[in-house]
């Protein structure tokens, strides 16, 4: 698929991958388990990539990113508004993009295999890349945060009040939903190669 043109029905399915990531992120932000909103978006992502290619996993990624930006990103935008910007699209870009690359690679040997690496692959680096944006961009803030909040350890603070429990659901709403994901994938291949 990635080496051929995108069809009507890939840009049509594409775009309604795009729908689906907006909206759910959009919804997800009362859903809360710690200081952030729970990431529900990584499914139609992973989706995506596996259909269309890493290229449109990193596109829903990109999008998943901007719309992350927009509506749960204000403590740290009054923080660093550069940094901010560079940690949420590159850790939502690099979490689609990297299921896509996974998921082509293993889906030639074995579709589930492929499509539960890529399930857990999706939410590491997008969990991952948070991480290591909130030590590059974050960290005075963050130690800041952390004494406020009694811990002594910042590390320990991010793992817990940054990831935690948010991480392990997102994980395991990939995990618990991979069949479902390769039925959708096994009729989007179909689908489109019609």
Excluded: H
């Amino acid at each position: 698929m990635e080496k051929k043109k995108f069809n009507t029905k890939a840009l049509v399915g594409l775009g309604l991958l795009t729908a689906i990531v907006v909206v759910l992120q959009a919804m997800a932000i009362s859903i809360r388990f710690g200081v952030f909103a729970i990431t529900l978006t990584l499914v139609p992502i992973i989706v995506g990539a596996a259909l269309y290619g890493w290229k449109a996993g990193a596109w829903l990624g990109f999008v998943f990113g901007v719309v992350v930006l927009m509506t749960d990103a204000g403590a740290f935008l009054a923080v660093n508004v550069p940094g901010t910007i560079v940690t949420c699209i590159l850790k939502g870009t690099l979490a689609g993009l990297c299921a896509g690359v996974v998921y082509r690679l293993i889906s030639k040997k074995n579709r589930i295999a492929a499509v539960v690496t890529a399930g857990v692959v999706s939410p590491v680096v997008n969990t991952g890349i948070f991480l290591l944006g909130c030590v590059l961009f974050f960290m005075d803030t963050i130690k800041e945060w952390a004494a406020g909040a009694g811990f002594e350890n910042a590390g320990a603070y991010m793992v817990t009040a940054f990831v935690g429990l948010n991480f392990v659901i997102e994980l395991a709403v990939n995990l618990v939903l991979s069949s479902a994901i390769v039925a959708i994938i096994e009729y989007g291949v179909k689908s489109v190669k019609e």
